[in-house]
């Protein structure tokens, strides 16, 4: 009896000692490597050409000085990003500085995580003036830069040169409007013997979102969020109505492809155009790397169409930028800031731009030689950096400053494929606008 | 309703015989047993003249018409299996209807039918119950009803009795015996167990190594076994198989060893042989002077004992004695002859002596032995 | 049958513990209290582990789902069952439940249907049969995205391989993912050919099991196949094809992954299951509130569906 007693304490000792080890075998992975350079935490989503040219941008920093080292973390895509960032807030696994997405900005702002950049730029007297204006009045609220932008891009209109030579059709303007776009788009797919579509518009919010930007209509009231908390949307005024029936018009004569929504939407997008399928379709300017590198025709670019009879207010942006968590020390916030600076110089800019697609925010950019010799080999990557600079910011064409902008997008694409499918335009819009009116209010009640 | 097996073979990839050129006719009202070892082919005769299993070559007749070809259902027979083939899910009279409700028998006749099948084998009382509620003996009974209710002159058994115990098995062999008495069906039994065959049987047929050994009444078989295959199978403890070497000098005398000699009624070939004796026709003497043999193991059963003995010559021998408690482990014995003695020759074939070569007529009958290896 | 008896001699054989003799008292309430010890050292990790991990979350789910919660999803404003009753007068949620109900029963159905038919199939004896065995379990050992992957080009609008199909055969062209009815129809079918794979096996191994002499003997009665298939076949495997119904069922609620790659709910919500609601409303838009009501909605549901078949099929189940 003794000894099976004996025998089954020893059990219990050993699974003990084993609990014991690999706890301590845990705590060991977090005690930190001796090092007398800070960590800065970086958080990102980028993925793809893009990471590469991020972490390369990080080996630089580290290199080009001493006292801090950026540890950068890829974090998924942007929508699982914010609620880690929202979670892990005041932990030790919490980022120095990180990365969200455009619609984010309200929703990281009013959580209370993070430090203003506009503080470290009163405190350097920073420079701000060479960032694009419009992409830094995105993150912006009352004055004040709340994050930097960072991975910018803007809505613009694609075409296939070499297709609309072959059919004999006057490409669309630089500034196209609705009409310009039909125009092309059903001679196209006349004159191709209906082989080839148009036009393709993927159901996305953030193309809805644009159009009336464009239009130079609010989304939002309040100034869309710039003056105050919108407490209700404009899902039916008249640049949503008619940009809608636009795109039901073409979808009626046949000349318009409907690919859909979500990731697989824009990549069968992206096949059609590239074999020549597709003639036109409204998309980031971030996809122009893939596009020249997998395209044998022509690219031809231009801004992004407004409706008839009236000029355009431009568009605003897309991407994501940099925020300072306020959970970590002061040193820990500066270190944060000077990487910010470091990927905003002019040269890391333009590097970046040549490299992903996306846009060199620094003014100085433009010249630099890396981005002279994409212009003189693809001249229409200069038409988005061009409709960047053009665009006076507004309050209609700086993005949306109101939280639960995932819901907004979900509930106007929801509209977007029902209007795509035949539905009366008028009632698409008003249900999507009484679903959202709703969701405002309740988070509106929620965040009081 | 009589059943001809002509030259009824089987073969799954036509070079290799399952079953190999089977001959017989089975008259109306016989019990009729295939037994033979497992593995002998006699399931997969029975399931060929059932129709489940296709017949490579020969013709099957039953009631004198060409059934070679026929699906099961168009044979008229039923068929009781060795697992019962119970459903589990309907209670036993639903078991014993299975058939003539799935072809749609007027439910009055069906009633009847199910009725009378199931008070046939006493079990009126428990028709409402479920399979698993019964007893083994009780799902025999059930299988028996099913096979019963679907009025078939022709009934096949595939080892029945064989999930049972030895109590059990006595009793449904009379049973089932007197089942097909009263009912006057030609009943095809299959069984490994050669009790069951002997008891039940109005003839045997035994197969072994795809092939048929000997077909017979009970008593044929085990009084004039036509191989010493057949004559080691049936009875128990098994025959004594004990080889000798015979010559003309022997002049008639089989001698095993010098104190175990068989006289022959007649000269036979110069050879190898096997003497058969079955255990209870050997005669032990422990008080002789000269001993052949030590007992090497008692197996005490009470009205008799099973002696194993080890001859000098090294062979083994099974002798059955009513005299218990005299012998011990170890003691020299001297085993004799008797006069009942069977003669095999190398291959295994009985050798027959004409009526009067014996001197008592011991061997008196000649039979002509056709699937005799 | 041996278990009624059995369980009746030992109640009658059990012996209340209250009714110890005083004598013994003190011994058998130490050997007792040691072995209440020895049972919560033995079983306390696993408690602890269900009470992290299962017992909490599920409380604090049902917590949520009475309160609004903040951007940083912490629970701001009780508001009791409001988050339950603007869910089920919300018209996009109900299409999500009619989507959801449309989707299950379509998936359950083919799934065992055409399972059960691959499983018959199988279990003929056939030259070259094992190969096909092979074949239909194949999908066994495909991920969600590989499946999705397959998927999306069999029905990708410009290069897929079933409109070029139609193409060769002068047949309508269908916008597979971007119709809302063939859309779900293309889900349900990339569900069902993932779960066939499962179910095919298990339904294989069911009809192996049913003896053989159960078809002689019906053979030899002059049953017909039709017959056999449905009064012994489909009794003889209803306790697999009711663990299998229930497992689709089930399974088919909480569908995600193929959802998320092919259609992410779309198009118009028409393949917006409740799961999928659930991850768009905690995960995307942060709203915890709202999607822990909607999976209490969704748990409860189950729960009843599963019950329902439990009462239905047991009986026809238990022989």
Known sequence: MKKIKNFRYRHLLLLFSLCAVILSALTGCTSAKADSRIQITFWHEMTGPAQVQLTKFVKEFNQSQHKYTVVPQFEGNYNEAVQKILNTHGTSASPAVFQSMDISTSQIYSSGYTTPVQKFITADNYDVSKISAVARAFYSKNGQQLSMPFNTSQPVLYYNATLLKKYGITPPPVDPSYSDITRVAQQLYERSGKKVKGLSVEIYGWLFEQFLANAGESLANNQDGHAGTPTAVNFTGTAATTTMKWIQENIKHGSFMNYGSGTSASANEMAGFLSGKLGMFLQSSADISQLTAGMKDQLGITYYPHPDGQKSNGVSIGGASLWISNDKSTTVQRGAWEFIKYLMKSQNQAAWQAATGYLALNKDSQNEPVLQKLYQKTPAAKIPSQQLARTTPNNTNSGIFMQGLIQERTITQTAMEQIYNGKNVTSALQDAEKQMNSYVQTTNKANK | ?373 | MDAPITNKQSQTHYKPKGNKKPLTVGLSYKKELRERLYALVFLGPSLLILTIFVFFPMLRTLYLSFFLTNSVGKPTVFIGLQNYFSLLTSTAYLHSLQATFIYVIAVSCLTLVLGLLLAQTASQKIRGISFFRTVFSGTMGVSVSVAAIFWLFMFNPSVGLLDQLANLFHLPVINWLTQPGWAMTAVVISTVWMNLGFTFLIFFGALQSVPTTFYEAAQIEGVSKRYQFFHITLPMISPTLFFVSIITLIESFKSFGLIDLMTAGGPDNATNLLVYRIYQDAFLSGNYGLASTESVILALMIAFFTFIQFKVLEKRVNY
């Open chain 2, 1 to 373: 309703m009589g059943i001809e097996l002509a030259s009824l073979s089987k073969s799954y990839d036509g070079q290799n015989w399952t079953l190999k050129n089977i001959n017989v006719q089975i008259k109306s009202g016989e019990f009729f047993t295939i037994v033979g070892p497992s593995g002998c082919g006699k399931s997969t005769l029975l399931r060929m003249i059932a129709g489940l299993i296709s017949i490579s070559d020969g013709t099957l007749k039953i009631d004198d018409q060409d059934v070679t070809n026929l699906p099961p259902q168009e044979r008229s027979l039923s068929m009781v299996f060795q697992n019962y083939a119970l459903f589990p899910f309907l209670d036993v009279k639903s078991n014993v209807a299975f058939g003539l409700k799935a072809r749609k028998m007027p439910a009055a006749q069906l009633e009847q039918r199910v009725a009378h099948a199931l008070e046939l084998v006493g079990l009126s009382e428990l028709k409402a119950r479920k399979p698993r509620e019964l007893s083994g003996g009780q799902r025999q009974r059930v299988a028996l009803a099913r096979a019963i209710a679907s009025d078939t002159k022709i009934c096949l058994m595939d080892e029945p009795l064989s999930n049972l115990d030895a109590q059990l098995r006595s009793k449904m062999r009379s049973e089932i015996r007197e089942l097909q008495q009263n009912l006057g069906i030609t009943l095809i039994y299959v069984t490994h167990d050669q009790v069951e065959a002997m008891t039940m049987a109005d003839r045997i047929m035994v197969l072994h190594a795809h092939e048929v050994q000997q077909i017979g009444t009970p008593s044929e078989i085990y009084q004039h076994p036509a191989n010493s295959f057949v004559a080691q199978f049936f009875g128990t403890p098994r025959m004594n198989l004990l080889s000798v070497h015979y010559s003309t000098k022997n002049q008639r005398h089989l001698q095993v060893d010098p104190l175990l000699d068989y006289v022959l009624p007649m000269d036979i070939e110069e050879g190898d042989y096997f003497v058969g004796v079955r255990p209870n026709a050997l005669e032990i003497h422990a008080t002789a002077q000269a001993s052949n043999a030590a007992i090497k193991n008692i197996e005490y059963l009470g009205t008799q004992s099973i002696i194993h003995a080890l001859l000098d010559n090294q062979e083994e021998v099974r002798i059955t004695t009513a005299q218990n408690n005299t012998f011990s482990l170890g003691e020299r014995i001297q085993i004799r002859a008797t006069a009942a003695y069977f003669v095999f020759d190398n291959t295994g074939r009985a050798i027959f002596f004409n009526k009067g070569d014996g001197e008592d007529g011991r061997t008196n009958y000649k039979q002509t032995v056709t699937n005799a290896l």
